[in-house]
């Protein structure tokens, strides 16, 4: 697979993550606890024996490029996963859709005279042998290869939609079209473009030419240049992501893949990994999904004061560097470096890192980005009508967000750190959900980075006096 080059699509903004993405690009939101969404994809080409890769930026990516800088580093000559910011190489343009990005970059193809070229998605949750698909891609000669999966019908609508013959030949690419083609075979079911190609270079090169010329071309693959491969004949094919085998997984298991490109579906993902057998198996010694290696010490469950009632832990991840004392966590995913204190309660909450959960609070279907404190007694997820007038972030399924840096004092609004205040404000996701009186803006200029997890400091007899002290406010404050 030397003679393919790979482009990793990471530009994208996930609008539809709202408060997550205002100041991070899709591909560099937290997944799980302890990874990025582009740790999968990077994940999948490093295990199926790519080493020369090429990710393209553009909307947020300090946070990305910051991870991909200090994480994600090849050693062998003549192997690199190289960030490619937008640079206006073909005009005073940036990227004007997912075709004019790899374009706009054509000559890093041509320089690694590659023969074929993978362009994937970095903004998926998923898992894929990628060597599979490019050895079935080169055994049929094709043109394309477009990685598919089905869903029922009903469904179909919501995605690009691959038109197959009996062999698996693409006769018709639409994006989401009101009535979808179904299988050959199966009349109920129709199959689902993953938005991951496989193109032979000449091919694609001469699409992609006669597309930045078309003034009425929106420059998107799904949309343009994979209809023009077909009007001219190019020979197109399927890859069925349901065949796709990874090494180390039990016979029969399902492939996976995620979209997550809503709250709740992200939401919904991420607690899915907390389920007794998650469908996406992060234990498989042969597919480790690689990620920052940090240096926080193991999770600690701890007795409050030493003599303070049990921690009670059911069907939740906990990630290193985190402290549970004489709490009571069910079905949650809390990330590293945070804090759940004595006496608080947390169901069924994904909790990203950096967080301080406050003394006897109750918690259930929260949504904490990084560094959120929540103060002590404070109750969120019990009453969804205080809720939607109280936070001005709540999902169609009552689920709360907090954008990071979020301070949660027991009552009134919540105090936004003033760095993401600015941007949620500019945001024309966020800017019209913002409420007046949902929201304030810390008065001490605190900043979103500041995590708001374990200190030292919190450990010595002053501090332990303290926290007895906090416990038994909020308890006397959540008496009738």
Same mark, same amino acid.
């Given at each position: 697979?030397?003679?393919?080059?790979?482009?990793?699509?990471?530009?994208?903004?996930?609008?539809?993550?709202?408060?997550? &993405?205002?100041?991070?690009?899709?591909?560099?939101?937290?997944?799980?606890?302890?990874?990025?969404?582009?740790?999968?994809?990077?994940?999948?080409?490093?295990?199926?024996?790519?080493?020369?890769?090429?990710?393209?930026?553009?909307?947020?990516?300090?946070?990305?490029?910051?991870?991909?800088?200090?994480?994600?580093?090849?050693?062998?000559?003549?192997?690199?996963?190289?960030?490619?910011?937008?640079?206006?190489?073909?005009?005073?343009?940036?990227?004007?859709?997912?075709?004019?990005?790899?374009?706009?970059?054509?000559?890093?193809?041509?320089?690694?005279?590659?023969?074929?070229?993978?362009?994937?998605?970095?903004?998926?949750?998923?898992?894929?042998?990628?060597?599979?698909?490019?050895?079935?891609?080169?055994?049929?000669?094709?043109?394309?290869?477009?990685?598919?999966?089905?869903?029922?019908?009903?469904?179909?609508?919501?995605?690009?939609?691959?038109?197959?013959?009996?062999?698996?030949?693409?006769?018709?690419?639409?994006?989401?079209?009101?009535?979808?083609?179904a299988m050959p075979g199966r009349p109920d079911w129709s199959l689902v473009s993953m938005g991951n190609y496989l193109?032979?270079?000449?091919?694609?090169?001469?699409?992609?030419?006669?597309?930045?010329?078309?003034?009425?071309?929106?420059?998107?693959?799904?949309?343009?240049?994979?209809?023009?491969?077909?009007?001219?004949?190019?020979?197109?094919?399927?890859?069925?992501?349901?065949?796709?085998?990874?090494?180390?997984?039990?016979?029969?298991?399902?492939?996976?893949?995620?979209?997550?490109? &809503?709250?709740?579906?992200?939401?919904?993902?991420?607690?899915?990994?907390?389920?007794?057998?998650?469908?996406?198996?992060?234990?498989?010694?042969?597919?480790?999904?690689?990620?920052?290696?940090?240096?926080?010490?193991?999770?600690?469950?701890?007795?409050?004061?030493?003599?303070?009632?049990?921690?009670?832990?059911?069907?939740?991840?906990?990630?290193?560097?985190?402290?549970?004392?004489?709490?009571?966590?069910?079905?949650?995913?809390?990330?590293?470096?945070?804090?759940?204190?004595?006496?608080?309660?947390?169901?069924?909450?994904?909790?990203?890192?950096?967080?301080?959960?406050?003394?006897?609070?109750?918690?259930?279907?929260?949504?904490?980005?990084?560094?959120?404190?929540?103060?002590?007694?404070?109750i969120i997820g019990e009453d969804p009508e205080a809720d939607h007038r109280r936070f001005p972030f709540v999902t169609?399924?009552?689920?709360?967000?907090?954008?990071?840096?979020?301070?949660?004092?027991?009552?009134?609004?919540?105090?936004?750190?003033?760095?993401?205040?600015?941007?949620?404000?500019?945001?024309?996701? &966020?800017?019209?959900?913002?409420?007046?009186?949902?929201?304030?803006?810390?008065?001490?200029?605190?900043?979103?980075?500041?995590?708001?997890?374990?200190?030292?400091?919190?450990?010595?007899?002053?501090?332990?006096?303290?926290?007895?002290?906090? &416990?038994?406010?909020?308890?006397?404050?959540?008496?009738?």
């Amino acid at each position: 697979m030397n003679d393919t080059a790979v482009m990793i699509m990471a530009g994208g903004r996930g609008s539809r993550l709202g408060p997550l &993405t205002v100041h991070r690009s899709k591909p560099a939101v937290p997944f799980g606890g302890r990874y990025r969404i582009i740790d999968f994809v990077l994940s999948n080409f490093i295990h199926s024996g790519y080493r020369r890769v090429y990710v393209l930026t553009q909307y947020m990516a300090s946070s990305l490029i910051r991870h991909l800088n200090r994480t994600w580093r090849l050693s062998g000559f003549g192997e690199f996963i190289e960030v490619v910011p937008a640079q206006m190489r073909a005009g005073e343009f940036w990227y004007r859709g997912t075709a004019d990005a790899v374009f706009q970059n054509v000559n890093l193809i041509r320089d690694q005279r590659a023969s074929h070229v993978a362009v994937f998605g970095g903004d998926h949750v998923y898992k894929f042998a990628v060597d599979q698909m490019d050895a079935a891609h080169r055994a049929r000669g094709a043109d394309l290869t477009v990685a598919a999966f089905p869903v029922p019908r009903s469904q179909a609508h919501q995605f690009g939609i691959i038109d197959v013959d009996a062999d698996g030949r693409i006769v018709g690419f639409v994006e989401k079209p009101d009535n979808p083609p179904a299988m050959p075979g199966r009349p109920d079911w129709s199959l689902v473009s993953m938005g991951n190609y496989l193109f032979r270079s000449r091919a694609l090169e001469e699409a992609l030419a006669a597309d930045v010329v078309d003034n009425d071309s929106a420059h998107d693959f799904g949309r343009d240049v994979i209809p023009r491969l077909l009007r001219s004949g190019a020979r197109a094919w399927i890859y069925d992501f349901g065949e796709n085998q990874i090494p180390g997984e039990p016979p029969g298991t399902a492939p996976y893949w995620r979209d997550v490109g &809503t709250i709740d579906s992200y939401f919904e993902s991420n607690m899915e990994l907390r389920s007794g057998l998650p469908e996406l198996n992060l234990y498989n010694r042969n597919w480790r999904i690689h990620t920052a290696q940090r240096d926080y010490p193991p999770a600690r469950f701890v007795r409050h004061d030493g003599n303070g009632p049990e921690c009670v832990v059911e069907d939740s991840m906990v990630c290193e560097g985190s402290i549970v004392s004489s709490a009571h966590l069910e079905k949650v995913l809390l990330g590293y470096d945070c804090f759940v204190h004595a006496g608080s309660s947390v169901r069924e909450c994904v909790i990203l890192s950096g967080c301080d959960i406050g003394a006897g609070a109750r918690l259930c279907r929260v949504m904490l980005d990084k560094n959120c404190k929540v103060e002590p007694g404070t109750i969120i997820g019990e009453d969804p009508e205080a809720d939607h007038r109280r936070f001005p972030f709540v999902t169609d399924r009552g689920i709360v967000v907090l954008p990071k840096g979020t301070h949660v004092p027991r009552q009134g609004p919540i105090q936004l750190a003033a760095d993401v205040d600015d941007m949620l404000r500019n945001d024309p996701e &966020t800017q019209p959900l913002l409420r007046d009186g949902t929201y304030a803006v810390s008065s001490h200029g605190r900043h979103s980075f500041l995590s708001s997890g374990p200190r030292y400091l919190k450990y010595g007899p002053a501090a332990a006096a303290a926290e007895r002290d906090e &416990t038994a406010r909020a308890a006397t404050a959540r008496e009738p």
